[in-house]
Nanobody
Framework: QVQLVESGGGLVQAGDSLRLSCAAS????????MGWFRQAPGKEREFVAA????????YYADSVKGRFTISSASAKSTVYLQMNSLKPEDTAVYFC?????????????????????WGQGTQVTVSS
């Protein structure tokens, strides 16, 4: 059974940084793409970032490019999301996700439907 456990969320001020972590178990970490999504109140869950397993290719939503960085530590089966220059509009519950297929990379931007396992989410609140 795949389990994803996020940590690192919190309340910060605009311009601050946070690093989210996601510890994965129950899957061969090095064979699955991992991603981060977020959901703000009253809005749909949206893609934030993803990393492929084959060559660590990274993908980002336009809204976070240049500010967020996704990375992974295979030895720890952990994926990270470094968030810099946070804005109030980044406030949301952030979810870690695993693509249960063994795709080496995405030919297009990753989508919600690509990911079959989800964590419980961690709240990020950015005050102005």
């Amino acid at each position: 059974q795949v389990q994803l456990v996020e940590s690192g969320g919190g309340l910060v001020q605009a311009g601050d940084s946070l690093r989210l972590s996601c510890a994965a178990s129950g899957l061969t970490f090095r064979r699955h793409a991992m991603g981060w999504f977020r959901q703000a109140p009253g809005k749909e869950r949206e893609f934030v970032a993803a990393i492929s397993w084959s060559d660590s290719r990274t993908y980002y939503a336009d809204s976070v490019k240049g500010r967020f960085t996704i990375s992974s530590a295979s030895a720890k089966s952990t994926v990270y999301l470094q968030m810099n220059s946070l804005k109030p509009e980044d406030t949301a519950v952030y979810f870690c996700a695993a693509d249960l297929r063994a795709l080496p990379y995405y030919p297009r931007s990753p989508r919600l439907a690509d990911f079959g396992a989800w964590g419980q989410g961690t709240q990020v609140t950015v005050s102005s």
